[in-house]
Nanobody, 123 residues
Framework: QVQLVESGGGLVQAGGSLRLSCAAS????????MGWFRQAPGKEREFVAA????????NWADSVKGRFTISRDSAKNTVYLQMNSLKPEDTAVYYC????????????????WGQGTQVTVSS
């Protein structure tokens, strides 16, 4: 059974940092892309970032480019999202996901999803 478990969310002041982790289990995901999405209250889920199976290619939402960094440890089936210079508009539930495709940016291209972790940025 495939399972993705996010951790690292919490409450932080604007300008602060958080590091999210997502551990995948149930199969080997070394050939899968991994990514992050987020969903704020009353809004649709939106793409944040993705990283290829090799870690060589990334894809970013313009809203987080330059502030967030995505990385992965394939040996641990884990993907990370380092979030710096956080803004109140970054407040959302953050979801990790895995995909059979290159470095997708659309939710429909991802095959498995985690349950999410809450990130709240206070002003």
């Amino acid at each position: 059974q495939v399972q993705l478990v996010e951790s690292g969310g919490g409450l932080v002041q604007a300008g602060g940092s958080l590091r999210l982790s997502c551990a995948a289990s149930g199969r080997t995901f070394s050939s899968y892309a991994m990514g992050w999405f987020r969903q704020a209250p009353g809004k649709e889920r939106e793409f944040v970032a993705a990283i290829s199976w090799s870690g060589d290619d990334t894809n970013w939402a313009d809203s987080v480019k330059g502030r967030f960094t995505i990385s992965r440890d394939s040996a641990k089936n884990t993907v990370y999202l380092q979030m710096n210079s956080l803004k109140p508009e970054d407040t959302a539930v953050y979801y990790c996901a895995v995909s059979r495709y290159g470095v997708p940016g659309s939710a429909h291209d991802f095959d498995y999803w985690g349950q999410g972790t809450q990130v709240t940025v206070s002003s």
